[in-house]
């Protein structure tokens, strides 16, 4: 294959250069998560790579952490991280779906070996006993299709999808739900995840989510008390905070 003109390559990011505080706030993972991370993606990432000058994989997780984690534009992302905004584009389709090959590997749900520790864990945390999750919506904003219409536009005027996670005591990350545009309410988007089934099959093990006031009080999820009118119910909305 010949070029037409002679590829120019700007200097790629480097890891082993940087500060691990700023290694943080740049990809919001740590060195060992990332080159851990880098490992598992390798393969995939290394079979796109058809020319001997192609991007290594390191630098396409870390361009694509990077636009992640910073909500930025692929432009800025692509320039800081030493490549063309076309380029970044291909990068960041080929990270993502290699990512979502491992997904299931990281994204969880307590089963029922590892209830007494996730209990224990969210009870020195908050104090309140049986909770293995908290659960909450998140807007993330996008460009819509120009195809689709109005209903990803969420209560703040802006495009998104409303996404349902679930995590652990330490931040972990449980459950994700991606199914629904901005516009609809996250009451709806439990009733219509697997959560509802998942936590009537551990219900014999007197197990509970915890979520904020736009979510019913079921048997299985604890929501803060409206109008608390003892010490009890001011103490555990506390403690829901």
């Known amino acids: 294959m010949r070029w037409r003109h002679p590829p120019v390559y700007r200097p790629l990011v480097d890891l082993s250069t940087m500060e691990e505080r700023h290694i943080l706030v740049t990809y919001r993972l740590d060195r060992a998560t990332i080159q851990e991370l880098c490992a598992q993606l390798e393969p995939d990432l290394m079979s796109a790579i058809r020319h001997p000058t192609g991007i290594p994989p390191l630098v396409q997780v870390l361009s694509v952490l990077h636009f992640l984690a910073s909500g930025s534009f692929q432009t800025t992302v692509a320039m800081a991280s030493g490549m063309s905004q076309p380029m970044f584009s291909n990068v960041l389709s080929r990270v993502l779906s290699a990512l979502l090959k491992h997904m299931r590997s990281y994204i969880v749900f307590p089963q029922v070996e590892d209830l007494p520790t996730v209990k224990g864990d969210f009870c020195a945390l908050g104090q309140i006993p049986n909770i293995i999750g908290a659960i909450d919506g998140t807007h993330v904003a996008f460009v819509p299709p120009a195809e689709m219409n109005r209903c990803t536009e969420s209560e703040k005027s802006c495009d998104s999808m409303n996404v349902q996670i679930v995590c652990l005591e330490d931040q972990y990350i449980s459950h994700v739900h991606a199914k629904y545009p901005g516009s609809v309410h996250d009451a709806y988007i439990l009733r219509n995840?697997?959560?509802?089934?998942?936590?009537?099959?551990?219900?014999?093990?007197?197990?509970?989510?915890i979520g904020d006031s736009v979510y019913p009080n079921l048997s299985w999820l604890l929501t803060p008390v409206r109008n608390p009118r003892t010490g009890a119910e001011e103490r555990y909305n506390e403690a829901h905070g």
Not at 202 to 207: D, S, T, Y
């Open 193 to 209: 995840s697997s959560i509802p089934y998942v936590m009537g099959q551990l219900q014999r093990h007197r197990v509970w989510l």
